[in-house]
């Protein structure tokens, strides 16, 4: 060794990188690149290969996949770089097929054509797709056309995708599931759309839901399934009886072509329970029912799927009046109704709960007949009267005028207060009204009706003065209670003496009964008409126009001969 090659060689320059540099100098230009080879040892770790270079090259047996190696097979490879150990070039199997992937996809990529490709990691943001040897990468939002919550089912199987981007320098390839997906469904839109007829049933899968309904897509167009619609039976929500990804069944109701709405039912491919529901729900029949929906005006009672009738609020209780109908029913409740109307082309049916009890009042009346007496506590007090409690929850009413015979009602109720046990009389019960009238005073006679008792219209009584006023005397008729009235222009004949200063206050006086008014409790009396009769019968008696006798000879003769007669 000469002394400059010792020299060199004491600076660390061994022979292993003078032979690499030796050999780099022809077999440089080869990394990077694929290049065909052949197999010509295999170690437990590697292949050994000749790629025609200076130097053989090793690739990692794992790189071959499940496959077995053997000597002689002929391989693509690509030349990674020199070991320094050994002096072996590095080679990739893997990165060979990466290579050969890269070229074929360039290809379609600038073709615009789709590839094949298989889901097989999760990275952040998205998955990792096997391209046949190159890994792209697949964005979450466009694994499909909605979002997907389970991605499970998509890895490791075969599918097509769309290359969005590639940058080689970089290693970088992004792909689209959901473009393929797209473009696959503004196909089949437009076939459909260029199909689509009213009636026809097609199979769907259900995409959204919302308050008023589901929207279902039926293949690249979508249509929507109006809440009522969806079932004959009642549905407050859609999801009630949908999932969104279930498929489902469904007809075209309506199809408008210009703006391509769809209208969807599902009810439509079953019967409708409606048909023949006079027959199946005759009125007065009963049934049982399930309570579906209670609102402020009454509840909805299911009788069979898709046929329900609303118990009016005022169709739930015979008594319990004015209270919301949830107080009386639930929902889910099993109840028995009875059928009042039934509309089936407004598909109306009128039930009634109550019915299916018995009738208060007509059991009151039964027990309780007109002109029986009964017994209650005052419930409540009005201006018009009192409410006593009775006997099956229901009341009845005193009126004020049938409080008291002699006296104001306004007076009268006033000594009443809620909780008073009182006596009553039944006067009358309206079953159909659900009315009872009762009267306190009628536990007595009449003081009127026996007061005028033998007296008629027509006939002359005496009576004692008990009021002078500006518009006639009051009177006590016959020397009972019983009051009567004189009008002022009653008073006398003469209009002079139609004056009531002309009586005093326990005087006597003659009159004739002109009204007797049970309603008003009056009797009407007159002066004038028992003069004016007087008059008549004294003309017939004493004498007439015709015997040439003045009026004052008559009325003198007439009373000097009843004065005779009463001497």
């Known amino acids: 060794m000469t002394t400059a090659e010792e020299a060199q060689f004491s600076t660390g320059e061994d022979f292993a990188t003078l032979l690499a540099e030796s050999l780099g100098s022809e077999d440089e230009g080869f990394i990077g690149r694929v290049m065909t080879g052949t197999v010509v040892k295999t170690t437990d770790d590697d292949a050994i290969v000749d790629v025609g270079l200076k130097s053989e090259g090793r690739v990692p047996l794992k790189e071959f996949g499940a496959g077995d190696v053997n000597i002689g097979d002929t391989v693509d490879v690509y030349v990674d770089r020199y070991e320094n150990k050994d002096g072996l070039i590095v080679l990739s199997r893997e990165k060979a097929r990466r290579e050969e992937a890269w070229v074929e996809l360039e290809k379609q990529f600038n073709e615009g054509k789709r590839v094949d490709g298989t889901i097989f990691g999760r990275v952040k943001g998205g998955f990792t797709v096997d391209l046949s040897g ?73 995409k959204n839901i919302t308050d008023y309904g589901a929207f279902v897509d039926l293949g690249g167009v979508d249509g929507l399934l109006h809440v009522t619609d969806i079932a004959w039976k009642r549905i407050n929500h859609p999801s009630e009886a949908l999932q969104i990804g279930q498929t489902v069944k469904v007809q075209v109701i309506r199809f408008n072509s210009e703006t391509q709405r769809i209208s969807l039912g599902m009810k439509q491919l079953e019967a409708d329970p409606w048909e023949g529901v006079e027959a199946k729900y005759p009125v007065g029949s009963k049934f049982e029912g399930r309570v579906t929906n209670i609102t402020d005006y009454g509840a909805f009672v299911e009788l069979e799927a898709g046929v329900e009738g609303l118990v009016h609020v005022s169709e739930m209780s015979w008594t319990k009046k004015n209270i919301h109908p949830g107080k009386i029913v639930s929902t889910s409740q099993e109840v028995e109704v009875m059928v009042l109307d039934v509309d089936a082309q407004k598909r109306r049916i009128s039930l009634g709960l109550k019915q299916c009890t018995s009738n208060p009042w007509d059991a009151f009346l039964a027990a309780h007949p007109v002109e029986s007496e009964i017994e209650g506590e ?37 000594e009443y207060k809620k909780g008073d046990i009182v006596k009553a009389k039944v006067l009358d019960v309206d079953v159909e009204k659900e009315r009872i009238s009762l009267g306190i005073k009628q536990l007595s006679g009449d003081p009127f009706k026996e007061a005028v008792t033998g007296i008629k219209r027509g006939e002359t009584v005496t009576c004692e003065i008990t009021e002078v006023n500006d518009g006639g005397i009051e009177v006590a008729v016959g020397g009972t209670d019983l009051k ?60 007439s126009a015709d015997s040439g006798a003045s009026l004052g000879d008559i009325l003198g003769e007439a009373l000097r001969k009843k004065q005779e007669g009463a001497e």
């Open 484 to 543: 009567g009235f004189i009008r002022k222009a009653e008073l006398a004949r003469d209009r002079s003496d139609q004056r009531p200063e002309r009586f005093a206050v326990g005087e006597k006086v003659d009159a004739r009964v002109t009204t007797i008014d049970a309603k008003t409790r009056k009797v009407t009396l007159s002066v004038k008409a028992l003069e004016v009769a007087d008059e008549k019968k004294a003309m017939a008696d004493y004498g």
């Open 378 to 414: 005052v419930k409540n007090i009005t201006e018009f009267g009192l409410f006593i409690g009775l006997l099956g929850g229901i009341d009845g009413m005193a009126h004020l005028s049938d409080l008291s015979w002699d006296r104001a009602g306004e007076e009268v109720i006033k």
């Open 134 to 206: 190159a890994v792209a990468f697949l964005p979450g939002s466009q694994v499909d056309i909605r979002p997907v919550r389970d991605v499970t089912p998509l890895m490791n199987n075969p599918q097509p995708f769309q290359i969005l981007k590639m940058d080689r320098s970089r290693g970088n390839i992004v792909v689209s599931r959901r473009a393929v997906l797209e473009e696959t469904r503004a196909e089949q839109r437009a076939e459909l759309i260029q199909n689509l007829q009213e009636g026809q049933v097609l199979d769907g899968v259900v």
